[in-house]
Each structure stands twice: as C-alpha cells, then as structure tokens.
C-alpha cells in the first residue's frame, strides 16, 4: 500500500511533544476507533520511530508504515484491530 | 557488495540504528563498574549540585566558593554524558534545536524542580540514590525504588488528566527549504563535526592526564561513553517506571534489571574482596529520605519526560524542554540541599545502611537477585495482563 495515498479515519498531531506524550495520544485516539478504521499520527519526536511502530503492532492492532515529509515531521499509521 | 557499501552498512548499524536496550543495559553496567574501580561510584545529582552552587555563589547568595565545575569528578561525567550524547545525534545526522509547546517548558521547569528536591531528600537521583544505591547494596537504593515507582504512578496520572482537560498544543515544523541555507549541508556535516567532538574529548582526556589529573579526565571520558551508549538505545529509567502502568511494556525493566544484576554481582565482588571500601557510596537516608525523594523525583521525571540522566542525553540531542529542566534541576537540588543541611533536617530523614551489614553477605547477594528477578516476571506478567495498566 502507498502510505502517501493512505485516507486516515483521524489524526493525532504531536508535533513538538517529547516522551511519553506522543505514545499517550496514540493510545487514547486508537480507544476511540472502531475496528479496520487508520489512525495517522505526525510526530517530530526522534524515539516516535521506534516506540509507534512497537505500540501500533501490539493489542491486534497493526502498524502499516511511517514516511517522513519534507515539513520536517514524520508521518505514522495504525490500522485499529 | 563492495567495500564502500559495507562500511555504509556498519555504519548504519552502529551508529543510526537504535541499539537494543537490554545491550546497552549491559553495557552501563559494566562502565559504571569501570567507574566503581577507576574511583568512586556513578551518579549525576552530585554535578547538578556544584553547578547550583555556583550559580548561587556568582550571585553572593552562597559565601564558599564551589570546586571548579572542571575540577569535580560528577561534573564532569555529566558533561560527558551530555557530550556523548551531543556526538551520537551528530553521528546519525539527528541534531537539532527542537523547540516544545509552552505547557511542556511548564512542565519542564516544574518536573526540574522536583526532581531537584526529591534528589536532595534521597540523596541521590534515579542513578546515585537508585542505581547505584542498589548496586552498592546500600538498602536506601531500594526505598527510593517504591517512592519512584509511586512518584511515577502519580505522574501518569497527571498526564492523562493533562490530556483530557487541557488544550493540546503542537509546534509546526517549518518546510526544509526555508530553515536550510543551499550552501550548508547540515546533514552532510554533522558525522564530521561528530567525529571531530569525540576526538576532543579524548584530547581534553590527555591534557588532564599531562596535569597529573588522569582521575578528573577519566570521569569526563567514562560520562562520555556513557552519553553514546545512552543516546544510541534511548535508554530510559523513566519507562522501567512508567511503562508497566501506561502500555504495559516491559521492555525496558528487562533492561534495567539486567543493568542493575550486572552492576552489583559485579559490586559485590568488588567489596567482598576489598578492592574498594564495602561501606563505599553507602550513604542514603533509609527509609524516610529515599522514600519521599523518590516519590518526588518520580513525580517530577514524569513530568519532565526524563530522569536525572535522560534529561543529560537529551538535552544533548537539542531537546529545549529538557534543558529547561537541567537548570531548574540544579538550582533547586543546590538550594534544597543547603536548606536541609543548615536547618538539620537531613538528621531526621534518615540512616545510611549497607544491606551486608544487617543480612550478611550469603544473604543479601541471593537475596538481591531474587528481587530483581521478580521485578521482571512480574513486569511481563503485567505486560500480558495489563493489571497495572491505567488507561
């Protein structure tokens, strides 16, 4: 799937924000989700790299991809289990 | 594949890959062994302390004058952390000024302040109170491991209030094009400029073994490595706190355990063989200090988004919330353990006990073990349960 083309049911904004923050936003936004819908995240926190994709294949969730855009922040999805 | 290409591929791994945390648990352990051996036991609120106390002597609130910043080990093992830290974000093209929302730098300058005190009640920070408190078998280290573990319950819980109650605010990041000149290839540069930095501080480590200060240059030199291997893995005593309460994860109590079981197997045959003092780095105020600076700590790190450690390695990434909190940090420990100190406080919070003394040898060093080893079965039968979680 190309991430770029990817029509995301809702969105958390994080940019700016520093551990745990994003992680906790992500958690919150995927409770209020029903299941197959995409959650995308933007996030400019260097350990987001690792702690979304981590967090987004646990719970039956799955973690779709990142790409970073050239506004400097990186772009997250999670499709909800 | 050629040779250019495979040098390409190391290093990726070594230097823009992020390392696994349990490695570099392993890692910590045996440079803060290193350090035990070279002179005296790890910790960092003791250089946040004689950079407070200098900021309140240049303004004539303190009378004595601090040791120089450079003439005092944890100073500058926190500056190397700091340094390394700085190095390895340049080595994976990662540094930059990154500014935070207004509500973070609040939190910032509030979880520094926090900190500040709790670590001057414990006598200690996550590392000297806690990590090596523990390794050094001294039974305070295992106090302020409750109240952080508390501390860190009650900060959670802030955030989640945070988050539903007040409103979110972001930061825009602006495009590339208008934040990067076309002559100054930062990306380009930054490995240079990394490798140049690393290779000062080995030449700064010369220059205090050429003064008969070989001691002072180790402490800078080990802080550094200390920094690197921090920053390469992220590692975080935060999260082992935090975590089993807000996903659950275990991850990084493995790595602390493993951290923690190395550093004082290896401690314990350190003193058991009188290679160093066995009271040595025993001095935490058991059980009232540690318990309630921890608490505080606890609150405060969460709040701040970093430990007395993490708030080093990530203000040397560029984090500008963090190095709000760096300085709050050191001027309250500063004025909190000159308050404590001149009103006689410090008395009553406590003793300083050295397990070994009261259990014996045999038994604290199983003992010791069995604990840690629960910790972690514990943490990932949470993981799986997610009983502790709360939210």
């Known amino acids: 799937m190309e991430l770029e083309n990817i029509q995301s049911d809702g969105v958390v904004d994080t940019r700016g924000l520093g551990c745990p923050m994003p992680l906790l936003k992500t958690k919150k936004a995927l409770k209020g989700m029903a299941s197959g819908e995409i959650l995308e995240i933007l996030g400019t926190d260097p350990g987001s790299k690792k702690d979304i994709p981590d967090f987004g294949n646990k719970g039956g969730n799955q973690f779709l991809g990142m790409v970073d855009v050239p506004e400097g922040h990186t772009r997250y999805f999670i499709k909800k289990g | 594949m050629n040779m250019k290409t495979e040098i390409r591929n190391y290093y990726n791994a070594l230097f823009e890959q992020e390392w696994p945390a349990w490695l570099a648990g392993m890692l910590i352990a045996i440079i803060a062994l290193m350090i035990f051996l070279w002179q ?3 910790g960092i609120a003791a250089g946040y302390n004689n950079w407070g106390d200098w900021f309140y002597y240049l303004v004539n609130a303190y009378d004595e004058r601090p040791l120089n910043p450079w003439l005092h080990p944890v100073s500058l093992s926190n500056s190397g952390i700091l340094i390394g830290a700085f190095v390895s974000a340049l080595l994976a093209r990662q540094f930059k000024f990154r500014p935070a929302p207004k509500l973070e730098y609040a939190k910032g300058l509030i979880g520094g302040m926090l900190m500040g005190a709790g670590a001057a009640m414990a006598k200690g920070c996550n590392v000297g109170g806690f990590f090596s408190a523990v390794a050094m078998l001294s039974a305070g280290g295992f106090a302020m491991m409750i109240g952080l573990g508390a501390g860190a319950w009650v900060g959670l819980r802030y955030l989640l209030w945070e988050m539903e109650h007040l409103p979110s605010q972001t930061v825009y990041s602006k495009p590339k ?22 290779i000062g501080v080995v030449a ?26 921090m920053h390469r893995s992220r590692f975080c005593f935060v999260r082992a706190f935090r975590d089993p309460f807000m996903t659950g994860e275990a991850k990084m109590v493995k790595a602390v355990a493993v951290s923690i079981i190395i550093y ?5 045959v350190i003193k058991w063989a009188y290679l160093q003092e066995p009271t040595m780095g025993v001095y935490h105020p058991f059980i009232l200090g540690c ?32 190095m709000v909190t ?7 420990n500063s004025l909190t353990s000159k308050f404590l100190l001149v ?15 009261v259990l014996t040898w045999p038994i604290t060093v199983p003992l010791i073990l069995a604990f840690f080893l629960s910790w972690v079965l514990v943490a990932m039968w949470n993981e799986e349960t997610e009983k502790f979680v709360v939210f």
């Open chain 2, 40 to 42: 005296s036991p790890w």
């Open chain 2, 177 to 198: 094009e208008e934040t990067e000149s076309r002559t100054f290839n930062w990306p380009k540069v930054q490995p240079y400029l990394g490798a140049t930095v690393a």
């Open chain 2, 204 to 229: 700064v480590f010369y220059i205090f073994s050429f003064v008969d200060k070989t001691q002072l240059g180790g402490w800078l030199f080990f802080g550094f490595l200390i920094g690197l291997v």
């Open chain 2, 264 to 268: 004082f197997a290896g401690s314990s």
């Open chain 2, 291 to 322: 318990l309630m600076g921890g608490f505080i700590f606890g609150i405060g790190m969460l709040l701040a988004g970093g430990c007395a450690s993490s708030t080093l390695w990530r203000v040397g990434e560029g984090q500008t919330k963090l």
């Open chain 2, 326 to 332: 760096l300085v709050t940090f050191a001027l309250t």
């Open chain 2, 343 to 357: 009103s006689g406080l410090d008395e009553k919070l406590g003793q300083d006990i050295f397990l070994p003394d």
